[in-house]
């Protein structure tokens, strides 16, 4: 009984990012970010995830200088996608292993049959969050409070399904489903030394 496997995957990815900061009261940031892998089929192979965040620091305009207390305000929202390929190798494919082993005449034959369910159509996983949220800061930072809306959206989860057994294989990696979580919230964070 002989055999042998091979197994390799490639993830090539780049980034590229721009800050924006006038008068360190309006923050801006973009970012875009590509990511290709070869645990799919080409034409799903690469995919895009773009970001972004925005800032006000209230605390900083000139209308604000009469709070002494108030050390820091600032409001910010921000949108951003990432991505999954947290498959195994090859599982678009459908591959060949050793199967059953038949005699025709004097000669053992081995078969090759395939051994899982390939799936051309799988592409990225993709989760987008939104979140928008306003950091307080008081007496020099001592006292510091931050509240966060976030909600996150998963499309296109990849997910390994059971398939029935008189397909000849136990299981299909699919992209299906979505999943959505959303919450708030709330830090404090005091130096009373």
């Known amino acids: ?28 940031t973009a970012t875009f970010r590509a990511d290709g ?21 209230i605390s900083n305009e000139a209308f604000m200088k009469d ?3 108030l050390s820091n305000l600032k409001l910010r929202v921000g949108y951003g996608e990432t991505g999954n390929q947290d498959i195994g190798n090859n599982s678009y494919m459908t591959l060949l292993g050793k199967g059953y082993a038949y005699i ?7 078969t090759l ?3 899982n369910a390939g799936n051309p159509l799988l592409m990225w996983e993709t989760a987008k969050q939104f979140n928008v ?12 409070t931050t509240l966060e809306y976030y909600q996150t959206t998963t499309d296109n989860l990849l997910l390994q399904f059971t398939t029935p057994a008189y397909s ?17 919230e709330f830090t404090l964070n005091t130096q009373n030394i």
């Not at 390799?8 to 990815?13: A, D, G, M, Q």
């Not at 892998?37 to 620091?57: D, I, L, Q, V």
């Not at 000849?168 to 708030?184: E, H, M, T």
């Open 1 to 28: 009984s002989v055999g042998t496997s091979k197994s390799k995957n490639v993830l090539i990815s780049g980034i590229t990012r721009a800050n924006y900061n006038f008068n360190d009261r309006y923050l801006f």
């Open 37 to 57: 892998s070869s645990k799919f089929e080409k034409s799903n192979r690469f995919g895009y995830f773009p970001s972004f965040s925005a800032a006000w620091r």
């Open 67 to 69: 709070f002494s207390t």
């Open 104 to 110: 025709f005449g004097d000669r053992v034959t081995t």
């Open 113 to 115: 049959v395939p051994t």
């Open 133 to 144: 949220g306003v950091d307080v800061g008081l007496f020099n930072n001592r006292i510091a």
């Open 168 to 184: 000849g294989y136990s299981s299909q990696w699919r992209n299906a489903g979505k999943i959505q979580n959303k919450g708030v």
